[in-house]
């Protein structure tokens, strides 16, 4: 299954701006929508074809409400995402899979629920109702760092101290952006 995940603008709540807006919730009604990281909105489709679609028929919401659109295809990778330009491309043929992986954006994941707890652990998990659960929190997407591949593995990110990290495949246009 190929995976798209939605980051919305930091001033936005991006679910409810999506799901308020009826040809964008009618877009969406066949997926299950997840929330991979803070202030995102993620729906596995089918292949490449109907994620770009998808993202096509969403435009109108992504220009006004989303910072990034990824697309995650097992074809190209496991583990790392492709900007919605470049999985248009790899659509297209455009760009081919053994020349998508130059140009990176390296988000570093940061745990939500560690910023939000008091130091001092008041206003922390309630642990005995199991509420606010830190393992549901979804981390955060912080601070991309823009590298270029120049062997097999990955840069390391050097931005903050994070948990993880997550690698985004971009274009050579959006890398020099």
Do not use: I, Q
């Not at 995976?3 to 997926?31: H, K, P």
């Amino acid at each position: 299954m190929t995976r798209v995940c939605l980051v919305g603008d930091d001033d936005v709540n991006l679910r409810y701006e999506l799901l308020s807006r009826e040809t964008a919730r009618n877009a969406l009604v066949t997926y299950d929508l997840r929330e991979p990281f803070e202030n995102t909105v993620g729906v596995e489709t089918v292949s490449l074809g109907a994620a770009v679609a998808l993202l096509n028929d969403l435009d109108w919401y992504l220009v006004r409400f989303v910072d990034e659109a990824m697309v995650l295809e097992p074809s190209v990778s496991e583990t790392e995402w492709l900007s919605r330009d470049l999985a248009t491309a790899v659509r297209d043929d455009e760009v081919s899979v053994d020349d998508s992986g130059r140009f990176l954006k390296v988000y570093g994941l940061a745990s939500t629920a560690a910023e939000r707890d008091a130091p001092d652990g008041e206003n922390g998990p309630d642990s005995e109702s199991g509420a606010d659960d830190p393992a549901d929190d979804p981390a955060e997407l912080v601070e991309p760092m823009y590298v270029t591949r120049t062997g097999e593995d990955v840069p390391a990110y050097d931005l903050r101290d994070v948990d993880e990290t997550l690698v985004e495949r971009v274009t050579e246009a959006e890398f020099g952006a």
